[in-house]
């Protein structure tokens, strides 16, 4: 899958962005604030309709302009073009697809899985679980067809329980939800089993090419007692979750620790291999992707110079060649771009034009 033509208007610093990518590895090269990042987000934002960078949507609105418009033709595995386009007003995205209004986000995302590699990635390790948890649903959501509607009735349940616990209500109100809560979260588990076990023989690959060194483990915790079905753990836990209001266990409360041999990757590694780490766990999700369903992700590969040498650098490249899709990689400039990387289109931005190079 890949991008062909992705329009921009009125995002971040751009006031108009037009570019026809080529279908493998596109550089962008420009000085620092000319717009890089944004250009990389405004993808991600047509996959995923937020932003990297945790910025709120409507900070991404240029300033002065009332709303930002990002269109793009999409080149499925299939070769079927797709035009999906996005408008964020303040408060209000609308997100459109193929002539279609107002599509569910869940359209959206299946149409353009995109995937980001930032200087930040090190968060995966090195901050709370709800990134991991992002990070894993992502490709048990692309992988696991059942993922979904699953994590929809879980939900929609906890949404109810929760409610219940809120308000004080008595205990057969609260209960009520359980039987439903647990049919939900044996799913929701399920698929994410099932998709680490798929990870675990894609990983030691990708580790062994960009890092060279280490086992790579993945603890994977349910978000409920691990010496307990989920049933039994929202029992003993009702005093509490009553007193707390709302419910302590369950798939929301996953976690996917990341460990090299017998450490925890956090306090092993040094912060340039906690980034080729990162690194190699999302390449992994994207060749898991393409091996499972077929479908190679669009990579977003901001500044890989950042922290980075030239051999992890170089690996990295060899990783992402290999995975034969389309990448968009940014650079300071272009001296930094890893020997040996193939052919590619150049873009280079300055002053909020882009350029294309040789
Ligand atoms: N909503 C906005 N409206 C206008 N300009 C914005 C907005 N949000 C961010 N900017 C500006 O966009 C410019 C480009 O930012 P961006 O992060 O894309 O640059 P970059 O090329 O990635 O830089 P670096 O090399 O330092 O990472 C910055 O000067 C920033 O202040
Ligand atoms: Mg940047």
Same mark, same amino acid.
Not at 196 to 208: F, K, N, S
């Given at each position: 899958?890949? /991008?062909?033509?992705?329009?921009?208007?009125?995002?971040?610093?751009?006031?108009?962005?037009?570019?026809?990518?080529?279908?493998?590895?596109?550089?962008?090269?420009?000085?620092?604030?000319?717009?890089?990042?944004?250009?990389?987000?405004?993808?991600?934002?047509?996959?995923?309709?937020?932003?990297?960078?945790?910025?709120?949507?409507?900070?991404?609105?240029?300033?002065?302009?009332?709303?930002?418009?990002?269109?793009?033709? $999409?080149?499925?595995? =299939?070769?079927?073009?797709?035009?999906?386009?996005?408008?964020?007003?303040?408060?209000?995205?609308?997100?459109?697809? =193929?002539?279609?209004?107002?599509?569910?986000?869940?359209?959206?995302?299946?149409?353009?899985?995109?995937?980001?590699?930032?200087?930040?990635?090190?968060?995966?390790? *090195?901050?709370?679980?709800?990134?991991?948890?992002?990070?894993?649903?992502?490709? $048990?959501? &692309?992988?696991?067809?059942?993922?979904?509607?699953?994590?929809?009735?879980?939900?929609?349940?906890?949404?109810?329980?929760?409610?219940?616990?809120?308000?004080?209500?008595?205990?057969? =109100?609260?209960?009520?939800?359980? #039987?439903?809560?647990?049919?939900?979260?044996?799913?929701?588990?399920?698929?994410?089993?099932?998709?680490?076990?798929?990870?675990?023989? $894609?990983?030691?690959?990708?580790?062994?090419?960009?890092?060279?060194?280490?086992?790579?483990?993945?603890?994977?915790?349910?978000?409920?007692?691990?010496?307990?079905?989920?049933? #039994?753990?929202?029992?003993? !836990?009702?005093?509490?979750?009553?007193?707390?209001?709302?419910?302590? &266990?369950?798939?929301?409360?996953?976690?996917?620790?990341?460990?090299?041999? !017998?450490?925890?990757?956090?306090?092993?590694?040094?912060?340039?291999?906690?980034?080729?780490?990162?690194?190699?766990?999302?390449?992994?999700?994207?060749? /898991?992707?393409?091996?499972?369903?077929?479908?190679?992700?669009?990579?977003?590969?901001?500044?890989?110079?950042?922290?980075?040498?030239?051999?992890?650098?170089?690996?990295?490249?060899?990783?992402?060649?290999?995975?034969?899709?389309?990448?968009?990689?940014?650079?300071?400039?272009?001296?930094? $771009?890893?020997?040996?990387?193939?052919?590619?289109?150049?873009?280079?931005? *300055?002053?909020?034009?882009?350029?294309?190079?040789?």
């Amino acid at each position: 899958m890949y /991008l062909r033509r992705v329009d921009i208007r009125n995002f971040r610093c751009w006031e108009r962005c037009r570019i026809d990518p080529a279908s493998g590895l596109n550089l962008i090269i420009g000085e620092n604030a000319s717009g890089k990042t944004s250009l990389l987000e405004a993808i991600y934002f047509l996959g995923r309709a937020r932003s990297f960078r945790q910025t709120p949507p409507n900070r991404l609105i240029r300033r002065g302009a009332d709303a930002f418009n990002l269109n793009a033709e $999409v080149v499925s595995e =299939d070769r079927r073009p797709l035009r999906i386009g996005i408008e964020r007003k303040p408060g209000n995205t609308r997100l459109r697809l =193929d002539g279609r209004e107002d599509v569910p986000l869940l359209d959206l995302v299946s149409a353009l899985p995109v995937q980001v590699i930032d200087p930040n990635i090190h968060r995966l390790l *090195e901050e709370g679980p709800r990134h991991r948890r992002r990070y894993l649903d992502w490709g $048990v959501f &692309h992988v696991e067809h059942g993922f979904f509607p699953a994590w929809r009735r879980y939900r929609r349940a906890l949404r109810q329980r929760n409610g219940a616990l809120r308000r004080g209500l008595p205990k057969t =109100d609260v209960i009520v939800w359980d #039987s439903e809560l647990v049919h939900a979260a044996k799913d929701v588990d399920a698929c994410r089993r099932s998709y680490l076990h798929a990870l675990e023989r $894609v990983l030691p690959e990708m580790v062994g090419e960009i890092l060279g060194e280490g086992e790579v483990v993945l603890d994977y915790h349910p978000g409920w007692p691990l010496d307990e079905d989920y049933g #039994s753990a929202l029992l003993h !836990s009702l005093e509490r979750d009553r007193r707390m209001g709302f419910t302590q &266990h369950g798939p929301h409360r996953a976690d996917l620790r990341v460990r090299v041999a !017998s450490m925890t990757a956090r306090d092993w590694v040094s912060r340039g291999q906690q980034k080729v780490l990162t690194a190699a766990l999302l390449l992994a999700q994207a060749a /898991l992707l393409d091996r499972r369903r077929g479908i190679r992700p669009v990579l977003l590969i901001d500044d890989l110079a950042a922290e980075l040498g030239g051999t992890y650098r170089a690996a990295v490249m060899r990783a992402i060649g290999r995975l034969r899709g389309q990448c968009f990689l940014t650079f300071l400039d272009e001296a930094l $771009v890893p020997e040996g990387t193939g052919e590619c289109a150049m873009f280079h931005v *300055e002053h909020g034009r882009v350029r294309r190079g040789a």
